[in-house]
């Protein structure tokens, strides 16, 4: 078990399996010293736990939880494609997508759930530039999709 997955057992979370992709596309390419993932719902073994827009169906604290988990589907992606979490230098990009009703405006708040869990997983390595986009609709009716992009040390 890697120092990351350690950290994140510390805090009591473990990786989950790889989501498997809705269409024609993989999890997570490597290109050069940078993994990419794809865009990454809140699935918790392979469901979605609430579906909607945020500020009318679900809660911005629900959203910033689903959120969370985006991040951790992520790091499972990145983990499928480096094989160790620990090969990571450094979260460089965050792009979070919050379904919202169209009077909601805390996507940043929301999105923050994906960039705590990094940067508490990580420590200074998951500090990284991000976008937080309000969106009409996302995949499943999510309110939430997470994507990452990390350097790896090696």
Known sequence: MSETEKKLAAMG????????????????????????????????????PLAGKVGADVSPDDAKELARTCALNAL?????????????????????YVASDPGFTGQPAVVNGASELLAEALGTKGVHARSAVG??????NSPVEVEIVVELAD
Do not use: E, F, N, W
């Open 135 to 140: 969106v009409a609709v996302l995949p499943l």
């Open 13 to 48: 979370l473990a990786l989950p399996q790889v989501a498997a992709p809705l269409a024609a596309y993989v999890p997570a390419v490597q290109s050069g010293t940078h993994i990419h993932t794809s865009g990454q719902l809140p699935l918790v073994g392979g469901q979605l």
């Open 76 to 96: 499972a992606a990145v983990k499928s494609v480096a094989g160790d979490l620990d090969r990571i230098r450094r979260v460089v990009k965050v792009v979070g």
